[in-house]
């Protein structure tokens, strides 16, 4: 979607109610009426295009809006390093025992911030002056982190300050100052698990 936004297509959100009637509605008409190899969450459908899975999706993008690193080798690294931290912010939401492993994420976390900043190095973003679709990758998930444990983010000054420069990007900005904001109303996770991720709805000065 920040992908989505930043060059200005249009398209429409199928966002599915985190609620008894939109699940219902979700598994018992639409899941397996849209005509997907893989009926899931999220998808996208383009034309003729239509897919699920959220890294084929952001690929599929990446290629079309010409969002791809040239540094192939390296982009795959970066994904792979942002795909694989989110899977660790699942695993220890829905464990049900969330209290218990998250000093191991936020340790892991930390390793990882200062590992991020040297791979980022002078930037402004991932791979030079381009925006990638890995920096909407990377910016998502490092938000994510920064609600389960915002003092991990004290003194990251580089990671900050790129969080930053994505945050402010064409397109990105005026979504995140909108009344239209998701990120004011939906969490992280499922309602229902150990860690949600609500978004912290205090106004601040």
Not at 152 to 178: C, H, T
């Amino acid at each position: 979607r920040l992908l989505l936004r930043y060059k200005g297509v249009e398209w429409t959100d199928a966002t599915i109610p985190v609620t008894e009637e939109g699940a219902g509605k979700w598994f018992s008409e639409t899941k397996m009426s849209l005509g997907l190899d893989f009926p899931n969450l999220p998808y996208l459908i383009d034309g003729d295009v239509k897919l699920t899975e959220s890294i084929a999706i952001i690929r599929y993008l990446g290629r079309k809006y010409d969002m791809m690193p040239e540094d192939v080798v390296r982009g795959d690294l970066a994904e792979q390093l942002v795909n694989g931290m989110r899977t660790y912010i699942t695993k220890i939401a829905y464990s049900g025992e969330f209290e218990k492993a998250k000093p191991w994420f936020i340790n892991t976390l930390g390793v990882r911030l200062k590992e991020f900043t040297a791979f980022l190095g002078e930037g402004p973003f991932l791979f030079g002056e381009k925006v990638t679709y890995i920096d909407f990758m990377a910016f998502e998930f490092w938000e994510q982190c920064r609600a389960l444990s915002p003092e991990s983010f004290d003194g990251m000054d580089v990671v900050n300050e790129y969080q930053e420069r994505v945050a402010s990007l064409p397109g990105i900005k005026e979504w995140m100052d909108s009344e239209d904001c998701t990120r004011r109303t939906y969490s992280i996770n499922a309602p229902h698990c150990s860690w949600p991720g609500f978004p912290n709805t205090e106004k601040t000065e």
